[in-house]
């Protein structure tokens, strides 16, 4: 009986259950899945919840409904991967593997920024990217009376990239539908050099920030936060001040990946692009936020990893070479407020374009363009997650490659 | 530097176009002028872009290669901005 050991239990990891639990011949292969919670949140509603747009119930489930039958199933803290040996070692025991497919995913450190993770932690300085701190935020809001909002992104790169950006444009909707608008100031700062940061994206969407009054400040490099002050200091000396700060913490992979030397400097592991094999050991891979690849950290591009991830690990137990498949290939909604939201779909060398999606021409839904059916096929993906995306269930019509097809491409790729 | 292919932002297009030359020249531009110092994180930074790593403050701060406050009294302004248009990659990015 052969090994496969999946690590963490979250959008990759359950996704990789469901694909393998199928293709695997029983009789060879035990899989284990292991997680050391019990909880699988729908993390795209983390951007939702503090707007009281979802409430808590809609993000969470149990862990242990979307892990298949014949799949062991483990609540364990991980506490080293031994891959001199092929063993994990957990709390209470060891995993012998064959072959481990590292899903550890990416968490906030706010530790990271002097400053951020201290007496006003979630008092005048929140993140959203936790369960914890979309609903001290929530709370927060309820009762905010105005003032400064500041939306800020520490560094790159961060799961979600477009997320701050949805967070300012929602707000800017929440205060507007709360008759307190013009109570409210916001600022969008990040240490790019926009708050859009590609050609094509800058030109069609920038008047969204001009729109909504939101203003850029850029090449805000953090050093630290004088919460006293409520006031973030950049490298150069630049000063920002805010009233309540929503940020986004350094992102750092799990300090397993750290304490077992198979990170890099933000522990992300160092993985192929096109095939997910981790470049220092033939049969470790790594899917989704846990990777160090040049793709966005999205759920998205996780979901069409473990379609190319399943066959090449299919290849790799047969003995045939892998295939170079993975283009980077993502797909997001970004909610714009009000009522509407844009779509792009992209991959490692195109940048997101207009066009239809996802039939060539047709649509239904239009591509870098605001539209409410966009927003209402962000609102259908909770369904589609919980249904479809984490049981490994195909979508119909999105391929795991991204086509050109229906898109406005020209020569002059970023 | 007639031949070097630039996009609008003045970012090289083709990486196999650069030279030291080229890179004293796009300096020049930024009113910066090259030392061993600046060389150095040059270096690093290609490095970084040849093994498809992401570049980020903190990735420099760790490197050991240079400190912050000293990365930014080499390059003024926008330091990552301004010393990947030298190094001839290009600039750190988000999705959109």
């Given at each position: 009986?052969?090994?496969?050991?999946?690590?963490?239990?979250?959008?990759?990891?359950?996704?990789?259950?469901?694909?393998?639990?199928?293709?695997?011949?029983?009789?060879?292969?035990?899989?284990?899945?292991?997680?050391?919670?019990?909880?699988?949140?729908?993390?795209?509603?983390?951007?939702?919840?503090?707007?009281?747009?979802?409430?808590?119930?809609?993000?969470?489930?149990?862990?242990?409904?979307?892990?298949?039958?014949?799949?062991?199933?483990?609540?364990?803290?991980?506490?080293?991967?031994?891959?001199?040996?092929?063993?994990?070692?957990?709390?209470?025991?060891?995993?012998?593997?064959d072959i481990l497919i590292i899903a550890t995913g990416t968490k906030i450190a706010p530790e990271e920024t002097e400053g951020m993770k201290e007496k006003e932690w979630h008092?005048?300085?929140?993140?959203?990217?936790?369960?914890?701190?979309?609903?001290?935020?929530?709370?927060?809001?309820?009762?905010?009376?105005?003032?400064?909002?500041?939306?800020?992104?520490?560094?790159?790169?961060?799961?979600?990239?477009?997320?701050?950006?949805?967070?300012?444009?929602?707000?800017?909707?929440?205060?507007?539908?709360?008759?307190?608008?013009?109570?409210?100031?916001?600022?969008?700062?990040?240490?790019?050099?926009?708050?859009?940061?590609?050609?094509?994206a800058t030109q069609a969407l920038h008047y969204l920030l001009e729109d909504k009054n939101i203003k850029e400040v850029t090449d805000f490099n953090i050093e630290k936060i004088?919460?006293?002050?409520?006031?973030?200091?950049?490298?150069?000396?630049?000063?920002?001040?805010?009233?309540?700060?929503?940020?986004?913490?350094?992102?750092?992979?799990?300090?397993?990946?750290?304490?077992?030397?198979?990170?890099?400097?933000?522990?992300?592991?160092?993985?192929?692009?096109?095939?997910?094999?981790?470049?220092?050991?033939?049969?470790?891979?790594?899917?989704?936020?846990?990777?160090?690849?040049?793709?966005?950290?999205?759920?998205?591009?996780?979901?069409?990893?473990?379609?190319?991830?399943?066959?090449?690990?299919?290849?790799?137990?047969?003995?045939?070479?892998?295939?170079?498949?993975?283009?980077?290939?993502?797909?997001?909604?970004?909610?714009?407020?009000?009522?509407?939201?844009?779509?792009?779909?992209?991959?490692?060398?195109?940048?997101?374009?207009?066009?239809?999606?996802?039939?060539?021409?047709?649509?239904?839904?239009?591509?870098?363009?605001?539209?409410?059916?966009?927003?209402?096929?962000?609102?259908?993906?909770?369904?589609?997650?919980?249904?479809?995306?984490?049981?490994?269930?195909?979508?119909?019509?999105?391929?795991?490659?991204?086509?050109?097809?229906?898109?406005?491409?020209?020569?002059?790729?970023? | 530097?007639?031949?070097?292919?630039?996009?609008?932002?003045?970012?090289?297009?083709?990486?196999?176009?650069?030279?030291?030359?080229?890179?004293?020249?796009?300096?020049?531009?930024?009113?910066?002028?090259?030392?061993?110092?600046?060389?150095?994180?040059?270096?690093?930074?290609?490095?970084?872009?040849?093994?498809?790593?992401?570049?980020?403050?903190?990735?420099?701060?760790?490197?050991?290669?240079?400190?912050?406050?000293?990365?930014?009294?080499?390059?003024?302004?926008?330091?990552?901005?301004?010393?990947t248009m030298i190094a001839g990659i290009p600039k750190p990015k988000s999705c959109i």
């Open positions: 009986m052969k090994n496969l050991v999946i690590l963490g239990a979250g959008t990759s990891g359950t996704m990789m259950a469901n694909h393998l639990i199928h293709k695997l011949d029983k009789e060879d292969w035990k899989i284990t899945i292991v997680d050391q919670y019990k909880t699988h949140y729908y993390q795209p509603g983390f951007l939702f919840l503090p707007f009281d747009i979802y409430k808590t119930k809609q993000v969470i489930k149990k862990g242990k409904k979307f892990i298949p039958k014949g799949v062991r199933y483990v609540n364990q803290k991980i506490e080293k991967i031994i891959h001199q040996e092929n063993k994990v070692k957990l709390e209470g025991e060891y995993l012998d593997y008092k005048s300085i929140f993140d959203f990217y936790t369960f914890e701190g979309a609903k001290a935020l929530r709370n927060k809001l309820r009762k905010w009376e105005g003032g400064k909002l500041v939306v800020h992104i520490t560094e790159m790169p961060i799961k979600c990239p477009v997320a701050p950006l949805e967070f300012a444009f929602l707000a800017d909707s929440y205060f507007i539908n709360k008759g307190m608008r013009d109570k409210v100031e916001i600022e969008f700062v990040t240490p790019l050099d926009g708050a859009f940061t590609k050609p094509k004088d919460y006293e002050n409520n006031t973030m200091i950049d490298y150069s000396g630049k000063k920002v001040t805010y009233d309540l700060l929503v940020t986004v913490p350094t992102n750092l992979g799990d300090e397993v990946i750290e304490s077992s030397g198979l990170g890099d400097d933000m522990n992300f592991v160092p993985t192929h692009k096109g095939t997910l094999q981790s470049k220092k050991h033939e049969n470790i891979f790594a899917i989704g936020d846990a990777t160090n690849l040049p793709a966005s950290k999205a759920g998205s591009v996780a979901h069409f990893e473990a379609e190319i991830l399943t066959e090449n690990i299919l290849l790799y137990i047969n003995d045939k070479p892998l295939k170079d498949k993975f283009d980077g290939h993502a797909n997001c909604f970004i909610e714009t407020g009000h009522g509407k939201a844009l779509l792009i779909d992209f991959n490692y060398n195109q940048e997101p374009v207009e066009g239809t999606f996802p039939f060539p021409g047709v649509g239904p839904l239009n591509l870098l363009k605001e539209s409410r059916m966009n927003h209402m096929g962000k609102m259908a993906f909770k369904w589609i997650y919980w249904n479809m995306l984490i049981k490994g269930i195909h979508i119909p019509f999105v391929s795991a490659t991204m086509t050109e097809k229906g898109k406005k491409i020209d020569n002059n790729n970023n | 530097m007639d031949n070097i292919k630039r996009n609008e932002q003045g970012y090289l297009e083709d990486f196999s176009q650069w030279t030291k030359e080229v890179g004293t020249e796009i300096a020049k531009e930024k009113e910066i002028e090259m030392t061993e110092e600046h060389w150095k994180v040059i270096s690093y930074l290609q490095e970084k872009h040849e093994n498809e790593e992401s570049l980020s403050i903190r990735g420099i701060k760790k490197s050991g290669v240079v400190n912050i406050k000293e990365f930014y009294n080499l390059f003024p302004g926008g330091p990552l901005k301004i010393s």
